[in-house]
């Protein structure tokens, strides 16, 4: 096998790992357990937090379910800076990796 031929499946190795990645970023995904449903998509970005509580005010659980997204997808975020600054030598080798 030629190095050309190599390359050019690598190439579409990579297209095809792409598309991939950008389908499963745009699923959603949710997570139940008992009164609390999580709603997040592939790229691990919370989409939305339901708490089910008769003993909580609506408003109280509005904004519960608000400081929930919020901080779960900052702690979310710090993994993905943490991954990039460790892992991102090895993603300069080798394109579309991270």
């Not at 008769?54 to 800076?81: G, P, R, T, Y």
């Amino acid at each position: 096998m030629n190095m050309q031929a190599v390359m050019k499946q690598a190439q579409a190795m990579q297209k095809e790992m792409l598309k991939v990645k950008d389908e499963i970023d745009h699923t959603e995904f949710v997570g139940e357990n008992g009164f609390v449903k999580v709603k997040i998509n592939g790229a691990k970005e919370i989409l939305e937090v339901k708490i089910a509580s008769e003993k909580l005010e609506k408003e109280d659980i509005e904004l519960l379910e608000d400081m929930l997204l919020i901080a779960m997808n900052s702690a979310l975020k710090q993994v993905d800076e943490i991954t990039e600054k460790k892992m991102g030598k090895f993603s300069s080798s080798m394109p579309g990796l991270f």
